[in-house]
């Protein structure tokens, strides 16, 4: 028997092209797993109404591994009527399954490395005093609290009486009291401190385990005062459990202008929902793209990896495939390291950075071209090809 079981779930689009690479890949260093399949995406949800059928959560629950590859979802209207016509009006809504998966099973703590391997041509450059160019290693790793904030789904297009009435008692909803109801809507974002203590002592963990020399949280607590402000302050808490870490502090706004001018200077950056997925999206820019950007959705007993790209339809049919599989390839890395297999995990980077290095094999994205089936005449590799390129070097 195989020591581990992981639910593969291509998902949709490029998510059925790149999750198989990355199996591939974990079968060449030699991960001793069996792979189960999960059924998620948007053909559930139009034929049975459910992105995330029951089937494949109790996949999870099970055998506590997943493999995720990326979904496709569009907005409520949209996503009606493409819904099978006698699926209409039983009370089927749609939500994004990865979400509802991180909120089924707790999945709260989302790490995004943003590492620049040398060599990538995508790598963020800056010009130097003296006229040259200068490439800074970048080293960065989000930690993105990811079962609250406003992504926790609490939301009303034509709220109703007792939500209104709730609303009305503060102060700062009075320029809105007259608005009809169907012209407004309403997202919350909740923040509570056990979430908070949670992603915070993770990220301060990590950073005194692999030597980052402090932890900066990424919020606006000049604006979002109860919200941010809570953030910021169990920070505090937490960092006197970690001496000799340091404790920083950024606004989102300004560590976007930041992280374009000194990126090197940011190592362990913790944030809410929302503002840590644009700030891992930001730095995955300076270090390649959505090529490279991997995370981990880590929770007490379960927890499923996935490249952060989208399911990029107008790709999933092109034959052979152009997309890049590197972020799902070293989003398996991050499974190896989940499960205590770092030397396997290591071996994966190595690979990957090693064939970076070399630069004989590059995808489209990487040669900066815009996609499609003429990339190869240009010298773009297949996806197939990247791959086999990784695992000549395991």
Aim: glycine letters at 10%; aromatic letters at 8%.
């Amino acid at each position: 028997m195989a020591r581990y079981t992981v639910v593969s779930m291509p998902g949709d689009g490029i998510g059925k092209t790149v999750l198989p690479e990355s199996l591939r890949v974990l079968k060449a260093v030699g991960f001793d797993a069996k792979y189960v399949h999960g059924d998620i995406g948007w053909d559930f949800w139009c034929n049975e109404g459910n992105a995330l059928p029951d089937r494949t959560i109790e996949l999870l629950a099970q055998h506590k591994l997943g493999l995720f590859g990326a979904i496709t979802s569009k907005p409520k209207k949209e996503a009606d009527v493409e819904l099978r016509p006698e699926l209409h009006g039983k009370g089927y809504s749609y939500f994004s399954p990865i979400v509802t998966m991180r909120q089924r099973f707790g999945l709260d703590i989302c790490i995004r490395p943003c590492r620049s391997f040398p060599g990538n041509p995508l790598n963020f450059i800056r010009r130097t005093l003296d006229g040259g160019s200068e490439e800074p290693r970048v080293d960065s790793v989000i930690f993105r609290q990811n079962t609250e904030g406003l992504y926790c789904g609490v939301e009303w297009t034509n709220p109703p009486a007792p939500v209104r009435d709730a609303l009305a008692s503060h102060s700062k909803f009075k320029p809105f009291a007259q608005v009809p109801g169907p012209e407004l809507a309403i997202s919350v974002r909740v923040i509570t401190k056990h979430a908070c203590q949670r992603i915070l002592r993770a990220a301060f963990t990590y950073a005194r385990k692999f030597g980052y020399k402090g932890v900066t949280v990424c919020e606006k607590p000049n604006v979002l005062r109860e919200t941010s402000g809570m953030m910021e302050e169990e920070a505090k808490k937490v960092q006197k459990e970690f001496p000799g870490i340091a404790l920083w502090s950024t606004n989102i706004d300004a560590q976007m202008m930041w992280l374009t001018k000194n990126p090197e200077d940011y190592g362990v950056i913790v944030a809410s929902n929302l503002f840590g997925d644009v700030a891992s999206d930001a730095f995955a820019g300076l270090v390649g793209g959505l090529g490279f950007a991997c995370s981990g959705n880590i929770g007490d007993d379960v927890a499923v990896f996935e490249p952060t790209h989208g399911s990029a339809p107008k790709y999933e049919k092109l034959d052979p495939s152009i997309v890049n599989p590197i972020a799902m390839i070293l989003s398996a890395a991050m499974l190896l390291d989940h499960v205590g297999e770092a030397d396997k995990a290591k071996r994966v980077r190595d690979a990957v950075a090693a064939v970076v290095r070399e630069g004989k094999v590059r995808t489209y994205d990487m040669l900066r071209l815009t996609g499609g089936p003429d990339v190869f005449k240009k010298g773009a590799a297949t996806t197939s090809q990247m791959t086999d390129a990784i695992l000549s070097h395991l």
